[in-house]
Structure formats: structure tokens, C-alpha cells
């Protein structure tokens, strides 16, 4: 159980184009959602908390306009990278909290290219 | 705020001996720890955690945790290690609902 899924796994994009990366908690319904960004040798950064049928909350430094964040239902939580560019090239983890336990779920990443 | 440190960015270690990837913490009360495993192209699995029920932690695979206050440490101990048990280990605590990660140690095991 508690199975987190993400979609694509690998996306390549050209520079000034979005890219739309979605997270599915597969077996539970997840009430919050949490978005993180991993550079190459580095830890998890937490960029934003969305709370579902509720704005994200966003970390100090990450660009909301930038990287919008929805979710509609208690299974999906979406991350738009718009205009995206190079330096925007990363790992993109998303997890998702169970209700009974708080315990964050981890998806498996998408690893996001900006030629 | 809360924070972690790990104090050791790269262990390397031989199939069947000790491991321990040591973390420090800091914080103004009794923290949420946890202890994370990322194999590359997995998703991160939790290992254990702390809550402030027993002080040492068993998690799976073997591996167990042991917070102690008076060193504010929370290191990851397995007694005997396995090729399959190579991957970057993240140190987290919760600190209101949100994790905070350490910087990662990448546990290398060779034959």
C-alpha cells in the first residue's frame, strides 16, 4: 500500500516551453501534497505544500508564478514548470501524506531537461 | 528551526562489515526523525523513524537508529552490510509538517 506515482519520469523540453509533471497517490487519498526539487549530488529541497481544493504554499525563494501547483483531487497534484529554462533543469520529487499517519509517501521523480 | 547535519558525505564500506552514517541534529524540542534510502531511479523509502516512544529505532533491512539527546545524534547502524544496500541515505526531521533533509551520505559497499 501507499503507493505514489509520477508522470513522466524523464521529460525534455525546449527553452520558454511548460512542462506538466503529475503526482497520484495510488492507494490512499492524500489531503496534502508536497513538491521537492533535487539537483545532481544534492539533497531534497521542499518548494511547496499544496493542500487539496487549497492554494500551495510555497517555500521563501521558489517562484509561485513560475511553478504552479494544483490539486483538485485527494489523488492528484499537478507541477507546471512554465517558460521554463535551462537552470530549471532538475530532479522533481513529489510525495503525498497519508491521513492516518502523516507519514509522507515518496513518488519516484521526474527528471525535467531544458535545452 | 530545525535542522540536520551529516557528518559524513561518502562511506564506503566492505560487504559484510559494520555500517554507521552518523547524523547530528538540532532543535528546541523532542524532534520527528526519520531516516531515508534513495536508490537511483527509486523512489525515497523510509527506513525508520523516531517519535519519542523507544530511543533505539529498528527499521527495515536491518538497519536501526539510536537517538540520543545528550549528543543530539541519530546515527544508522547495520551490522553487517550488503551489496544490495548501496544508495545515497537521507537523515530528515519534521519540523511542522514539513521535512527537512541533510545534506545525504552515499553508502558505497565493495565486494
Known amino acids: 500500500g501507499a503507493v505514489v506515482s509520477q508522470h513522466p519520469s524523464w521529460v525534455i523540453c525546449k527553452s520558454g516551453t511548460s512542462v506538466k509533471i503529475e503526482c497520484r497517490s495510488l492507494?490512499?487519498?492524500?489531503?496534502?501534497m508536497f513538491w521537492y526539487r533535487q539537483f545532481p549530488k544534492q539533497s531534497l529541497m521542499l518548494m511547496a505544500t499544496?493542500?487539496?481544493?487549497?492554494?500551495?504554499?510555497?517555500e521563501q525563494g521558489v517562484e509561485k508564478d513560475k511553478f504552479l501547483i494544483n490539486h483538485a483531487s485527494l489523488t492528484l497534484s499537478t507541477l507546471t514548470v512554465t517558460s521554463a529554462h535551462p537552470e530549471d533543469s532538475s530532479f522533481y520529487i513529489c510525495?503525498?501524506?497519508?491521513?492516518?499517519?502523516?507519514?509522507?509517501?515518496f513518488g519516484p521523480g521526474t527528471r525535467l531537461t531544458v535545452t | 528551526a530545525q535542522s540536520v547535519t551529516q557528518l559524513d558525505s561518502h562511506v564506503s564500506v566492505s560487504e559484510g562489515t559494520p555500517v554507521l552514517l552518523r547524523c547530528n541534529y538540532s532543535?528546541?524540542?523532542?524532534?520527528?526523525l526519520f531516516w531515508y534510502v534513495q536508490h537511483p531511479n527509486k523512489g525515497l523509502q523510509l527506513l525508520l523513524k523516531y517519535t519519542s516512544a523507544a530511543t533505539l529505532v529498528k527499521g527495515i533491512n536491518g538497519f536501526e537508529a539510536e537517538f540520543k539527546k545528550s549528543e543530539t545524534s541519530f546515527h544508522l547502524t547495520k551490522p553487517s552490510a550488503h551489496m544490495s544496500d548501496a544508495a545515497e541515505y537521507f537523515c530528515?526531521?519534521?519540523?511542522?509538517?514539513?521535512?527537512?533533509f541533510g545534506q545525504g551520505t552515499e553508502l558505497s559497499v565493495k565486494p
Open positions: 492507494d490512499f487519498q492524500a489531503t496534502t
Open positions: 532543535s528546541s524540542y523532542s524532534p520527528s
Open positions: 499544496s493542500n487539496e481544493g487549497s492554494k500551495a504554499t510555497y
Open positions: 510525495s503525498a501524506e497519508g491521513d492516518s499517519s502523516y507519514e509522507q509517501y
Open positions: 530528515v526531521v519534521n519540523e511542522g509538517g514539513k521535512l527537512i
